[in-house]
Nanobody, 120 residues
């Protein structure tokens, strides 16, 4: 079993910063892709930032220049640094890993989600 646990969400004023973390634990996994998604009330879940095993990053247009995705392989942690937050960034943020655990097929793994609220 692979477990993903997010932390770092909370409430912040517009222009503020938050750093989300996602700890990956459990069965050893060969990771192909890691990403952060978000879902605001009444909207579909959408990809915010992605990081491939080759180190390529990709960001939604709405967060380019403000958000940075990174990975600490030694700690098996994925992070999302969010700067200059805007009210429209308010959502539940979820960590996603696509990879192959030992003796298993490739699969998607999700964290439980963490709330980010940007409001004055």
């Amino acid at each position: 079993q692979v477990q993903l646990v997010e932390s770092g969400g909370g409430s912040v004023q517009p222009g503020g910063s938050l750093r989300l973390s996602c700890a990956v634990s459990g069965t050893s996994i060969n990771i192909y892709f890691m990403g952060w998604y978000r879902q605001a009330p009444g909207k579909q879940r959408s990809l915010v930032a992605a990081l491939t095993s080759a180190g390529t990053t990709n960001y939604a247009d709405s967060v380019k220049g403000r958000f940075t995705i990174s990975r600490d392989s030694a700690k098996n942690t994925l992070s999302l640094q969010m700067n200059n937050l805007k009210p429209e960034d308010t959502a539940v943020y979820s960590c996603n890993v696509y990879g192959r655990a030992i003796a298993g097929p490739p699969d998607n793994y999700w964290g439980q989600g963490t709330q980010v609220t940007v409001s004055s």
